[in-house]
């Protein structure tokens, strides 16, 4: 059975960090490339992050470049989110995603809300 569990979400004040986790199973993660999307109320859901399979490559949503880091472990089969200097802006679901040329899987997403 295919899971995408995130995990990390919650309330943080502007200027702080969050880290999101995403631990899938039920496929071989080391062959997907994984993203993190968000979506906020009333808006589109947007790309944040992108990494290869093998982490060699990495991109960013513009609104996130120098404060948002993407990783992946393989040998956990965990996908990261390192968010930091938060903005109100950013609150949103995120939600994370495993593609590749067969298959294309979505987690249940986690709430970040950036507030004071």
């Known amino acids: 059975q295919v899971q995408l569990v995130e995990s990390g979400g919650g309330l943080v004040q502007p200027g702080g960090s969050l880290r999101l986790s995403c631990a899938v199973s039920?496929?071989?993660?080391?062959?997907?490339?994984m993203s993190w999307y968000r979506q906020a109320p009333g808006k589109e859901r947007e790309l944040v992050a992108h990494?290869?399979?093998?982490?060699?490559?990495?991109n960013y949503a513009e609104a996130v470049k120098g404060r948002f880091t993407i990783s992946r472990d393989n040998a956990k089969n965990t996908a990261y989110l390192q968010m930091n200097s938060l903005k109100p802006e950013d609150t949103a679901v995120y939600y994370c995603?495993?593609?590749?040329?067969?298959?294309?899987?979505w987690g249940q997403g986690t709430q970040v809300t950036v507030s004071s």
């Open positions: 995603r495993a593609r590749n040329s067969k298959s294309d899987y």
């Open positions: 039920g496929f071989t993660f080391s062959t997907y490339a």
């Open positions: 990494i290869s399979t093998a982490g060699g490559t990495r």
